[in-house]
């Protein structure tokens, strides 16, 4: 204990030798940040990995929040066509009548072949109105009259030409939603020319 008492007692009284001591124990700079430097590049790789992460998981969920909106949208304009195609008057045979005691008729052109698309389904705005044709046969705005071998009539307007025009003349593509379509998907119809 005496020794202990001389010791501080010493350090106390010769202030300047103690701290030469504690100068015997400082590690060199160089070699802190050597021994720290490993430590460093570490967390700086982890940070460098999480933000990363993060960025991919940030570039993932847009990319999905747009797909779900092209969905929504498209959902949409699905609904938007239906509803259109319920207030338009639906062609049946009460059309049939109708143009019978309208007594519309027009220049015969034959037989044509009909396929059906959906405008809507295509991200066309057009309507289901027109029919796609041959321009060379019926040019843009030409009407006609289309009847069925049940006697249905359709009365359609030539707003479009599709890829079978060229090879094809004597074929039609009806615009028609798609809960629509006749099961049969061709159908073969007299078509006359109404102005």
């Not at 940030?58 to 929040?65: F, M, R």
């Given at each position: ?7 501080v ?10 701290a ?39 570039k ?7 797909k ?37 008729s ?13 405008p ?23 009407r ?22 060229a ?29």
């Amino acid at each position: 204990m005496a020794i202990s008492l001389l010791i501080v007692n010493f350090i106390e009284v010769n202030p300047t030798q103690a701290a030469s001591e504690k100068t015997n124990y400082n590690v060199s700079t160089s070699l802190v940040n050597d021994t720290i430097k490993p430590v460093r590049m570490r967390a700086k790789l982890i940070k460098e990995r999480q933000k990363a992460a993060i960025e991919e998981l940030t570039k993932n969920a847009k990319a999905e929040q747009a797909k779900m909106d092209a969905q929504a949208k498209a959902q949409e304009e699905q609904k938007q066509a239906q509803q259109a195609v319920t207030q338009a008057p639906t062609p049946t045979a009460n059309t049939t009548s109708q143009a019978n005691t309208q007594n519309i008729s027009g220049v015969n052109k034959g037989t044509f072949k009909l396929s059906f698309y959906d405008p809507a389904a295509l991200g066309s705005n057009m309507g289901y109105g027109g029919v796609a044709a041959n321009l060379s046969v019926f040019p843009k705005g030409t009407r006609l009259k289309i009847t069925l071998s049940d006697g249905t009539v359709w009365y359609r307007v030539v707003n479009d030409t599709g890829g079978f025009a060229a090879a094809n003349p004597n074929q039609l593509d009806v615009a028609m939603p798609n809960s629509q379509v006749p099961a049969a998907g061709i159908l073969y119809a007299t078509v006359e020319v109404i102005g």
